[in-house]
């Protein structure tokens, strides 16, 4: 399967997590993944290999260069 940006937000929306920090927050930190130059194909960071989407829902995750 080959994955896009939109079939992993849609994976990630899917996923029950237990410390969602969210809507308001994931739309923001997203936002900046989006304008950073470390992310790859709109979906992993290069600095810590994750795909954003998953990670940015967590309450306890930060960005690895502190961006958010
Ligand atoms: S987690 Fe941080 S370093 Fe990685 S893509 Fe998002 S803003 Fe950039």
Known sequence: MD???EL???MAEQEEV???VGDEIVEK????CKKCPRL???MTC????CFVQFR????????INGKW
């Open 56 to 63: 940015v829902r967590h309450k306890t995750a930060a960005c």
């Open 18 to 20: 237990a410390d969602y």
């Open 46 to 49: 290069a600095d810590c290999g």
């Open 8 to 10: 992993v937000q849609e």
């Open 3 to 5: 994955m896009t940006p």
């Open 29 to 32: 930190r997203l936002s900046i």
């Open 40 to 42: 790859i194909g709109g």
